[in-house]
Structures are given as C-alpha cells and as structure tokens.
C-alpha cells in the first residue's frame, strides 16, 4: 500500500564533500517551498536558493530544482537543493 508522505533525505553519501544533495518529494513538496526557501520555483529551472529555518535564517545557498508530479522519476513532486557538501550543512 503506498503513503501519502513527504519525505527528506540526503541524497549524497554522508561525510565531507563538495557538494551536497538534500531530496524532498510527496504531496507536500509545493507547500513547502515558501518555508524552506522563501518563493515558489519553476519546473525543471535551476535556480539560485537560500535554505532557510523554520525561524528564517539562512542556512546554505545553492541551486533549488523542483520537479511537479507526474514528471519527476518518483512520479511525486520532487525538490532538490543542491548545496554545499559536508555534515554541518547536509
């Protein structure tokens, strides 16, 4: 049976590195956005982002790509920062 649930993940192997991937994909993903990264995108543009807290502070700026459902590999809506690498930011 498939879930309804939106999930994050790392999506480069952990450690120090030069960049980093965080995957976010579900039905949640377009609410998101706004939160995470102040504005909406358009599909399959990269696009410069800031990453931000839950209180607004920036925390790594990076190239956001936002993939709609049906047109991701998942089939969900898909976002993905494309960040610096390393585990203080991932």
């Keep these: ?39 909406t995108l358009a599909p399959r543009l990269a696009t410069l982002v800031t990453l931000k807290t839950q209180t607004d502070e920036p925390v790594d700026q990076g190239i956001g790509l936002y993939f709609p459902e049906p047109n991701s590999f998942t089939g969900e809506h898909v976002f993905e920062f494309h960040g610096h690498g390393g585990p203080v930011v991932c």
């Design 1 to 39: 049976m498939a879930t309804a649930d939106t999930i994050v993940a790392l999506a480069t192997p952990q450690g120090s590195g030069g960049i980093g991937v965080i995957r976010l994909s579900g039905p949640d993903v377009p609410d998101m956005l706004p939160a995470l990264i102040g504005k």
